[in-house]
């Protein structure tokens, strides 16, 4: 089991309907650097647990470098395949690409992320996700919602990093609204759209997600190509920029065979997208040097049997992320 509901990890789709319900996360507590806080931000004090395949987990990387905490807040991936009992870590003797890809450095013994939760609350009946923000002093997991996480990240540190990290706003006053009304549509439609279409397990379910993650991507790519210069909303790299690339960057890759998302791909079809996206992954090493493709590909497809029971991962596309100055045929002939 996956859950202490007694739930299947593999139970994603409700059964009367076969469409597929994100759960709630169960920790939300929060960061401050307010004194008397309970969670106080303090250097070497918490342990980010994620997964270099999981988009959600994938977001608090690519703040974590761009905040310059990575020296504030270590962290340790998980092993790719997530399984019956969920996410596991590396054993000693795996050699898994990818910077700390470990044992439990914290705990001694523990196999997979649900031991930290059972150790944190042994009633707990929830789901155990990544990412999963741990307090080492006080042994307590402060969040697993990544949205939260992340605004944590942009500025309960800043009296402990330096300057020039402290300058980079991700989420600025002036752009607030426009984020927030972007994050609704581009987390409903395309981050979670492309799960509601690839856990679907009817047709009706299936083609009711489909269709709303291919009208949002036509809309991201117009106002890419309205307002893209070069990032989502300008010069300036945004929680929009972020919230959006770990669903891009696994499009191609994953989502269009293994969720059947395939009315277009993003490098033929999409040309802005395709272009804010290569400059995120060459240009910005906080995108770039957090995304690992083998991850990506192999936890998506040999960790849901029930979509791919073979457990055979796709070779292609080859590359998995085309240079910036190389197109497919398809679309340089356009």
């Known amino acids: 089991m996956a859950s202490g509901t007694g739930q299947q990890i593999t139970d994603w789709a409700e059964k009367s309907t076969g469409e597929f319900k994100r759960g709630a996360s169960q920790f939300r507590n929060f960061i401050s650097k307010k004194s008397g806080a309970e969670f106080p931000a303090e250097k070497g004090r918490y342990h980010l647990y994620v997964s270099y395949a999981c988009p959600w987990a994938h977001r608090t990387l690519i703040v974590r470098k761009l905040k310059g905490l990575e020296d504030i807040i270590p962290y340790t991936s998980v092993h790719w395949e997530m399984l019956e009992k969920g996410w596991r870590f590396a054993r000693p003797e795996e050699k898994i690409l990818g910077d700390n890809v470990t044992p439990d450095p914290l705990h001694d013994g523990f196999t997979h992320l649900r031991d930290i939760y059972f150790k944190v609350d042994p009633g707990y009946t929830g789901r155990f996700t990544v990412p999963t923000l741990y307090d080492v002093k006080q042994d307590k997991i402060v969040s697993n919602e ?24 991700l989420f600025p006053e002036k752009l607030r609204a426009e984020i927030e009304g972007t994050n609704d549509w581009t987390y409903n439609d395309i981050n979670n759209g492309v799960y509601k279409s690839g856990f679907a397990t009817t047709q009706e379910a299936y083609e009711k997600a489909i269709q709303p993650l291919f009208t949002s991507l036509d809309r991201a790519e117009e106002h890419l190509a309205k307002h893209a210069a070069p990032y989502y909303f300008g010069s300036q790299i945004t929680e929009a920029d972020v919230r959006l690339y770990t669903t891009i960057v696994r499009f191609d890759p994953v989502y269009v065979q293994h969720f059947k998302c395939n009315i277009r791909d993003i490098r033929s079809g999409y040309p802005a997208l395709h272009n804010w996206l290569r400059r995120l992954y060459w240009d910005v090493p906080a995108f770039g040097e957090t995304t690992q493709f083998e991850h990506i590909k192999k936890h998506y497809t040999k960790s849901h049997k029930q979509i791919n029971p073979h457990s055979i991962t796709p070779v292609g596309p080859v590359p998995d992320i085309l240079p910036k100055d190389q197109e497919v045929p398809a679309a340089a002939a356009a």
């Open 146 to 169: 990544s949205s939260e996480i992340i605004r944590m990240f942009y500025t309960e540190f800043d009296d402990i990093i330096a300057e020039n990290y402290r300058k980079i706003d």
